[in-house]
């Protein structure tokens, strides 16, 4: 992480998968993303309750393009096969 970049949270989730999924499609956006989680959670493999929380930060210059694409993920927007390009299937803005 770079020192000299202020990083925000932008979401909390329970457990590494879900925070996996989100920095996957954040960093496809080009959005920076750094994960957080409690030292103890992590040691001991805890994915449910606020041990297993994992915050998902991004460099604040990035923080409202970062919660818009976690807005339209969370309606749905990246899931449809309909907005899917037809010559190299990416996701095509709406």
């Known amino acids: 992480m770079v020192s000299d970049t202020e990083w925000v949270a932008i979401e909390t989730v329970p ?8 920095r996957g ?3 496809a ?12 959670g992590r040691a001991i493999g805890l994915s449910v309750g606020p ?3 994992v915050e998902i930060l991004v460099p604040a210059e ?8 976690l807005e339209d993920y ?9 907005d899917l390009d037809e010559d190299d ?6």
């Open 74 to 82: 969370h309606a749905g927007l990246f899931g449809n096969e309909a």
């Open 62 to 69: 990035s923080r409202q393009f970062a919660l818009q694409v």
């Open 15 to 22: 457990g590494d998968l879900q925070a996996e999924i989100l």
């Open 51 to 53: 041990l297993g929380a």
């Open 89 to 94: 299937g990416a996701i095509v803005a709406p």
């Open 29 to 40: 956006q080009g959005i920076q993303v750094y994960l957080s989680q409690e030292g103890a």
């Open 25 to 27: 499609l954040l960093e």
